[in-house]
C-alpha cells in the first residue's frame, strides 16, 4: 500500500536553529498537510497546501513556518529559529481529493530543541 | 467552533472482550470522520472512513458508527486481543475542504 514518507524520524535542534522537515506524499495525491502533536496533546493542524500554495494555515504558523513543494515529490516544512515550544512531533499527510477520500499520514517526525 | 472529546482518556480490558470507543463532537455538520490507531510514537494509521450520508463502516473486527445528529460516533472492536492496544483517535472534517479536527484519543490496553 502506498504510503506517506517522514525523514528525518527523529530531529534534535538548539533553539535558534533552523530545522527542515521532510515530506514525501504518496505521488497521486494533490492535497499536501502538517500536522503537530505536542506530547500528551490534540494532534493539531498546521497548514495546507494545493497546487503550490498555501490554501488554510492556523494561527500556529506565524512567521516563523513556512512549506515548499521544491519539486514533483517533496514537501518541506521549514522552522526558521526554532523554540523550545516547538518540540513535538510533526506529520506529513496527504490526500487525493479533498472530502470523499481520507488522509494517509506518515510516521512522523519527532522534533526536539534543546 | 468544532470540538472533539474522546473519554475515557484510557482504558484496559481483558483480552477477547467486545468493546466501544466513543467520540462526539459539538458542531454536527461534518462531512467525514475518520478513526485512526497511533502506537506510542509513532504515526496515524487510518483505520475507518465515514462519510456523512454513511451510518457506519466495518472493516475486519472494527466497525465504526455515525450519528450525526447527535454528534456521536463509536468504534466497536469485536474480540479484543493485546495487539489492539493503542491509542485511538477520532477527526471530523467540518467541509470538503477543511482540515481535520482530532480528538485527544483513547489509550487501549488489552490485557492477555
Known amino acids: 500500500e502506498p504510503e506517506v514518507t517522514q525523514t528525518p524520524s527523529h530531529q534534535v535542534t538548539q533553539m535558534g536553529q533552523e530545522v527542515i522537515l521532510r515530506c514525501v506524499p504518496i505521488?497521486?495525491?494533490?492535497?499536501f498537510y502538517w500536522y503537530r502533536q505536542i506530547l500528551g496533546q490534540k494532534v493539531e493542524f498546521l497548514v495546507s497546501?494545493?497546487?503550490?500554495?498555501?490554501?488554510?494555515k492556523s494561527e500556529i504558523f506565524d512567521d516563523q513556518f513556512s512549506v515548499e513543494r521544491p519539486d514533483g515529490s517533496n514537501f518541506t516544512l521549514k522552522i526558521r529559529s526554532t523554540k523550545l515550544e516547538d518540540s513535538a512531533m510533526y506529520f506529513c499527510?496527504?490526500?487525493?481529493?479533498?472530502?470523499?477520500?481520507?488522509?494517509?499520514f506518515g510516521s512522523g517526525t519527532r522534533l526536539t530543541v534543546v | 467552533k468544532q470540538e472533539v472529546t474522546q473519554i475515557p482518556a484510557a482504558l484496559s480490558v481483558p483480552e477477547g472482550e467486545n468493546l466501544v470507543l466513543n467520540c462526539s463532537f459539538t458542531?454536527?455538520?461534518?462531512?467525514?470522520l475518520q478513526w485512526f490507531r497511533q502506537d506510542p510514537g509513532k504515526g496515524l494509521t487510518s483505520l475507518l472512513l465515514?462519510?456523512?450520508?454513511?451510518r457506519e463502516q466495518t472493516s475486519g473486527r472494527l466497525n465504526a458508527s455515525l450519528d450525526k445528529s447527535s454528534g456521536r460516533s463509536t468504534l466497536y472492536i469485536a474480540a479484543s486481543q493485546p495487539g489492539d492496544s493503542a491509542t485511538y483517535l477520532c477527526?471530523?472534517?467540518?467541509?470538503?475542504?477543511?482540515?481535520?479536527?482530532f480528538g485527544k484519543g483513547i489509550t487501549l490496553s488489552v490485557r492477555p
Open positions: 505521488s497521486n495525491h494533490l492535497y
Open positions: 497546501f494545493y497546487n503550490n500554495e498555501i490554501s488554510e
Open positions: 458542531d454536527s455538520a461534518i462531512y467525514n
Open positions: 499527510a496527504s490526500t487525493m481529493f479533498v472530502g470523499a477520500y481520507g488522509y494517509t
Open positions: 465515514i462519510q456523512s450520508s454513511q
Open positions: 477527526a471530523v472534517r467540518p467541509g470538503a475542504n477543511s482540515k481535520l479536527t
